[in-house]
């Protein structure tokens, strides 16, 4: 409830600073001036018919251009309703930009910023998956290489015993056990 009430003095807050920076006198750039003491508050309606600077100096005062009238900002609701004044015709802070645009403006702004976060959100998962999956991936191509690299070397031993045992026989070399020196063990 009091978000709802601060709103408008946040919006207000907000378009004044985009109205500062939009004529050259950015934050702190401003040369310093003196200033009078704050007049006591007035009534909005005492500003209908004059001018719309003259109406928004004062915070809850909301301009209309259709019949150039100054009303009290409706607090309760964050936008007027159409039934006090178009949204296109009303200026509430600064009198160069209207409602409309302030909404639009704001809606890009905050669809940027929630697009960016979730493009950066997916692209951070998809690379941490992609980089965790990676290595596995690798390690068991490296593995089964390196198994098959081990079964070929055992398959070439095999085939070269097999080569020898027969070599041994053809000259005799080899008797009824397999090992080779088995003949010099009976002498």
Not at 82 to 99: D, E
């Amino acid at each position: 409830m009091a978000a709802v009430r601060l709103w408008p003095l946040w919006l207000r807050s907000l378009v004044l600073l985009w109205g500062r920076a939009g004529m050259g006198m950015g934050l702190g750039l401003a040369p310093p001036t003196a200033t009078a003491p704050p007049a006591p508050a007035q009534a909005c309606s005492e500003f209908s018919q004059r001018s719309c600077e003259e109406c928004l100096k004062n915070v809850s005062c909301l301009w209309c251009y259709t019949n150039n009238t100054c009303i009290d900002y409706p607090v309760r609701s964050i936008l007027p309703p159409s039934s006090l004044c178009s949204l296109s015709n009303a200026r509430w802070g600064v009198c160069w930009i209207n409602f409309e645009a302030l909404i639009i403006a704001i809606a890009v702004v905050a669809g940027l910023i929630l697009v960016s976060v979730a493009v950066c959100c997916c692209y951070c998962c998809y690379c941490r998956r992609r980089s965790r999956s990676k290595p596995d991936e690798e390690e068991e191509w490296l593995a089964r290489k390196k198994e098959e690299r081990r079964l070929q070397s055992l398959q070439r031993k095999h085939e070269r015993k097999l080569k020898h045992d027969e070599i041994r026989k053809k000259y005799g070399l080899l008797q009824d056990s397999d090992n080779p020196y088995s003949r010099f063990e009976n002498e």
